[in-house]
């Protein structure tokens, strides 16, 4: 089954694409660092089309704790310059869900898609 179902912050305005918006997130990890006793952060990129798409820029502001239902989809291409195979993994959404609004409000919203 290709589900990912990530949490975090969002690190900046979804930004426009060509056909959607790319989202940017900070997901905290479970565990603190040995050295420094703090919490690491993983910064994923997600893609959204659509009506995914539409309820993000609807909604979604720098600092909104959202939760994201996604699929993994991997994309490979040959690179013009060296004749490599480059491969990217996207995370494509395709459930978006609001846990914090970024002023601090405490609203939960989901898409209706």
Not at 11 to 32: C, F, H, N
């Amino acid at each position: 089954m290709n589900i990912s179902l990530l949490t975090g912050r969002l690190t900046q305005d979804p930004e426009e694409m060509k056909s959607g918006v790319s989202l940017r997130i900070a997901v905290r990890r479970d565990y603190k660092c040995s050295t420094t006793g703090e919490y690491e952060s993983d910064f994923l990129t997600l893609k959204a089309f659509s009506k995914a798409a539409e309820f993000c820029r609807a909604w979604l502001k720098k600092g909104c704790l959202v939760e994201f239902k996604s699929t993994i989809k991997n994309n490979n291409w040959s690179d013009p310059e060296t004749n490599k195979i480059r491969y990217q993994n996207d995370l494509i959404v395709e459930h978006v869900r609001v846990l914090q609004k970024a002023q601090g409000h405490h609203e939960v919203l989901e898409n209706s898609y």
